[in-house]
């Protein structure tokens, strides 16, 4: 395993991580300004409106587990097929799962950062 991809895994696992203890603002260090994300029914948005979004959670928890099947590095551009499920607990309701395969494009930035520049998640309800 190269240098470039324990550096994008650890960039998951940090996601992750994030995500889990609701810390906002690492995730929206781990992409890049102009990022794209692609999921079923909506338009593309990026890092405002994702953002905007995970702020608007009102004390909703979320879960999840990903599992890494393929990794590919060339040259500044990395990608990446993940297998992913999700459950997001809302403070006063059902829990919700998805779960599904993610497509994720990494971009590595002047300063030799890795950052998720793309992703097109196809989670579905489970």
């Known amino acids: 395993?190269?240098?470039?991809?324990r550096e994008i895994r650890g960039l998951l696992a940090t996601w992750m991580e994030a995500t889990r203890a609701g810390d906002v603002d690492k995730v929206l260090s781990l992409m890049t300004d102009d990022?794209?994300?692609?999921?079923a029914g909506q338009p593309p948005f990026g890092?405002?409106?994702?953002?905007?979004?995970?702020r608007g959670m009102n004390g909703?928890?979320?879960e999840g587990e990903s599992?890494?099947?393929?990794?590919?590095v060339t040259g500044s551009w990395a990608w990446c097929r993940t297998r992913?499920?999700?459950?997001m607990m809302p403070p006063n309701g059902a829990a919700v799962?998805?779960?599904?395969?993610?497509?994720?494009l990494f971009r590595k930035e002047p300063s030799g950062a890795?950052?998720?520049a793309r992703d097109a998640n196809l989670l579905t309800r489970q």
């Open 35 to 39: 990022v794209v994300f692609l999921v």
């Open 47 to 54: 890092k405002e409106a994702f953002a905007k979004s995970l």
């Open 84 to 87: 992913l499920s999700v459950t």
């Open 1 to 5: 395993m190269t240098d470039d991809e």
């Open 97 to 104: 799962r998805r779960a599904g395969h993610t497509l994720t």
């Open 114 to 116: 890795w950052l998720l």
């Open 67 to 72: 599992e890494i099947e393929e990794l590919c």
């Open 60 to 62: 909703a928890r979320i």
